[in-house]
């Protein structure tokens, strides 16, 4: 029986973990988890907040995709939004999914994130 999700592995091209370390610490606002020597030698960044891990992997031909991504839960969208916003992420907003205020974003290497949080009934 599946019990939780361990992490979600996205992948990023060569040479770009400087450039993921600053976008996800210090715009995402995670912190970076290292990585076991076996697999530190692959490249790539680990991160993590809260119960929430991401494993970015090299993958030498890397291309985004354009429809996969992980939906991540933060609670006060609206303020999250603005934090990605003032550190020079854009953001887009999305209403089609029933009982939830979402928003996508695009990480520096052209990952597709979503960012939701449920809607309270008043």
């Given amino acids: 029986m599946l ?3 361990d992490h979600v592995q996205l992948a990023a091209p060569p040479g770009c973990e400087e450039l ?6 210090h715009v995402l606002g995670m912190t970076e988890v290292p990585k076991p ?3 530190a030698a692959r490249g790539g960044c680990w991160f993590r907040a809260g119960s929430v891990r991401l494993h970015l992997g090299i993958e030498p031909d890397f291309r985004p995709a354009k429809k996969a991504h992980p939906g991540l839960r933060v609670t006060d969208i609206e303020a ?3 934090r990605l916003e003032h550190r020079g992420t854009p953001v887009t ?3 089609g999914l029933p009982g939830h205020r979402r928003f996508y974003c695009q990480d520096p290497v ?3 994130l979503e960012f939701l949080e449920p809607v ?3």
């Fill in 3 to 5: 019990t939780a999700v």
């Fill in 20 to 25: 993921l370390r600053g976008y996800y610490v």
């Fill in 37 to 39: 020597p076996a697999l």
């Fill in 80 to 82: 999250y939004a603005a």
């Fill in 93 to 95: 907003w999305d209403t």
């Fill in 110 to 112: 052209g990952n597709r």
């Fill in 120 to 122: 309270t009934a008043l």
